[in-house]
């Protein structure tokens, strides 16, 4: 089993940075890709990026592409998601998530992680 715990969320303005970061513990020996994720007030949980065990591969949904980084630090057993440039529209919950089974591409779907933190929040104001 693997915990996560997410932190690093907050109140800032559009156009500002912001870095999430996600602890894991647990069974961190296996090789899991990391996810994140986000959910605004009465929509459905979507794929922000995701990033392989070694960090060599990444994916980004196309509306953070160029504007987020997702990185990891094993030794550390942390993840991170870099936030440059915000918009209103990123307001939302932040969750990390790990696939302790991945497949040969990155998943960007809820059902094919296995294990989520609790969420931070992120609100991005004018």
């Known amino acids: 089993q693997v915990q996560l715990v997410e932190s690093g969320g907050g109140l800032v303005q559009a156009g500002d940075s912001l870095r999430l970061s996600c602890a894991a513990s647990?069974?961190?020996?296996?090789?899991?890709?990391m996810g994140w994720f986000r959910q605004a007030p009465g929509k459905a949980r979507k794929f922000v990026a995701a990033?392989?065990?070694?960090?060599?591969?990444?994916y980004y949904a196309d509306s953070v592409k160029g504007r987020f980084t997702i990185s990891r630090d094993n030794a550390k057993n942390m993840g991170y998601l870099q936030m440059n440039s915000l918009k209103l529209e990123d307001t939302a919950v932040y969750y990390c998530?790990?696939?302790?089974?991945?497949?040969?591409?990155?998943?960007?779907?809820?059902?094919?992680?296995?294990?989520w933190g609790q969420g931070t929040q992120v609100t991005i104001s004018s």
């Open positions: 990033i392989t065990w070694s960090g060599g591969s990444t």
């Open positions: 998530a790990a696939d302790i089974y991945p497949s040969t591409t990155l998943a960007t779907m809820t059902a094919d992680y296995d294990y």
């Open positions: 647990g069974r961190t020996s296996s090789y899991y890709a």
